[in-house]
Each structure stands twice: as C-alpha cells, then as structure tokens.
C-alpha cells in the first residue's frame, strides 16, 4: 500500500470530467489537481509550449508534492508531451487519449469521429492511434474552437455553446457517423447537449472511465494502490475564485483546499 497523492492535471476544469471518474473508481486515494488556467486554451498552443508547461506542473507535483503517480486529464498535454514525460520522471504517467477503438467497435454504419482540440486533431499521435485501432473505418477529426473557454466561464446552457456545437456536430450526422469520442475533457460537461443534438442512435464516449481503469491497473501492477480517502487538494495558475465557482458548479463540490500555483 502506498498513501502518497496521486497528481492530475489539465490546462482548466475539464481535467475535472477525469477527477470525477478517478474518485469513483479509487477512492481511497488522495489527488492533487492542477488547473493551468493561466494557460488555458491549449488547443491552440505549440508542441514545445505544452512540453514547457507539462513540464512545470509534473515537477511541482513530484518535487514539492511527492505524488505516486501523475494522470494528464488532458488530450492535448498527453499526445504532444506524455513521451517527453516518460522519459524525464520515474513515476508511473498515464494519458488521456480519444477512445478510437472503442469508437470503431460501436459504428454500425463505418462512420465514427473525434471531438477534439485543434492541436489534438493535427497530432501524430492521433493518426497513429487511428490507423492502429480503426483501420478500414471512417474517422473524421471535428475542433470545436472556443468551446474550453465557455466551459471554463461555466454557463454551460451558453447559446454559445449550442452555436459551436451545432456547427461542429450536425455535419457529421449528415455524413451518417453513429459514434463520436470526446477527445478533449472540457466535453464530457457538454454531454446532455450533444446527445440531444445527435440523437440516441448516436454512441457519444468520453475517456474518463477507461482512463480510471488503466490508472488502476497500472497502481495495482506498481503496487501504489492507497487505502486511506482523504479531502483533495486543488491548485489553479489562474483565479482561485473563478475555479472554486466552476468546482462546485461542475463536480458540485465545496472545497476551501484551493491554491494559487506560480510556476
Ligand atoms: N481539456 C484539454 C484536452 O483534453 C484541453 C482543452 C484546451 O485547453 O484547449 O485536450
């Protein structure tokens, strides 16, 4: 048994999506959260940048925190920096990425896509997961700039976001997709809202589950599973009130364990 914290982090909330499932599936753990709203979109950011500030996060949270692990609860940190990561910390490092093969094995009609960041929808390491997982299957790639930023304000009934959303979405259920992952964490909170725009014959799945899964796995196999649930610890490099308003409207959590983070 080990009682050391597990680290999470994303550019905002949206990490927020994979915390949830995370407590659910292991909550005998203590997570640490870091928010780099002082950064946040990163959909939009450079691979070296997302390196920077993967960086940053991952060394306060080993060096300062002495976290047992860390899970990027961010598709865009995890398919520009996860290697970079592996490479520089002992610790085990488990990504989120898009959920292809679950995708591909849930079409019916061999028309699936992901939901994502720009920077997610151009990288390397999703065409790769694609010609691995969904080889002979459809796969289009859908942004939906300006998203992050409205979760992040929190008013998630925004006509904003439906206006986004409409225009990302409808043409893929033209195009006759009948699965669609969520590649970017901000969108599980978007949920209700692209279900009822694609309708129920479309599956719509996020990664949190099997990110909470795999991060069992691998705690088991290290033998890093705690035994102890405590209260969380968040830190934001952003506005601590903003993050506390979007923490108990997102996950309906009141919490005064929030920090500001300098990196
Ligand atoms: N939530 C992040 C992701 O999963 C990034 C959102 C952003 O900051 O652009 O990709």
């Known amino acids: 048994m080990n009682n050391q914290p597990i680290g999470v982090f994303d550019s905002g909330v949206g990490g927020l999506s994979v915390l949830r499932e995370l407590k659910k599936l292991l909550p005998?753990?203590?997570?640490?959260?870091?928010?780099?709203?002082?950064?946040?979109?990163?959909?939009?950011?450079?691979?070296?940048?997302?390196?920077?500030?993967?960086?940053s996060i991952v060394d306060f949270l080993v060096t300062k925190k002495k976290v047992k692990a860390v899970v990027i609860a961010c598709n865009t940190s995890t398919v520009y920096s996860i290697g970079f990561l592996r490479s520089k910390y002992k610790i085990p490092i488990i990504g989120t990425v898009p959920v292809i093969k679950t995708i591909a094995n849930l079409t019916k009609s061999g028309k699936t896509a992901v939901f994502s960041t720009p920077a997610t929808a151009k990288s390397q390491y999703l065409s790769d997961l694609i010609k691995k997982f969904a080889d002979g299957i459809i796969v289009y790639k859908v942004s939906g700039t300006g998203l992050e930023d409205l979760v992040e304000e929190g008013n998630l009934k925004s006509p904003k976001i439906n206006k986004i959303l409409h225009k990302s979405l409808i043409p893929l259920k033209e195009k006759g997709v009948d699965s669609i992952a969520l590649g970017c964490t901000h969108y599980p909170f978007l949920r209700d809202q692209i279900e009822a725009m694609m309708g129920s014959k479309v599956g719509i799945v996020d990664s949190g589950s099997a990110v909470a899964r795999h991060t069992r796995e691998v705690l088991t196999k290290e033998n890093l599973l705690g035994n102890l649930s405590s209260e969380d610890y968040f830190y934001t490099t952003g506005n601590r009130v903003k993050f506390k308003k979007a923490l108990k409207n997102l996950l309906d959590l009141d919490t005064e364990r929030i920090y500001n983070l300098n990196l």
């Open 28 to 55: 005998n753990e203590t997570y640490i959260f870091v928010a780099d709203q002082k950064n946040v979109p990163y959909g939009g950011k450079t691979k070296d940048q997302l390196i920077q500030f993967s960086d």
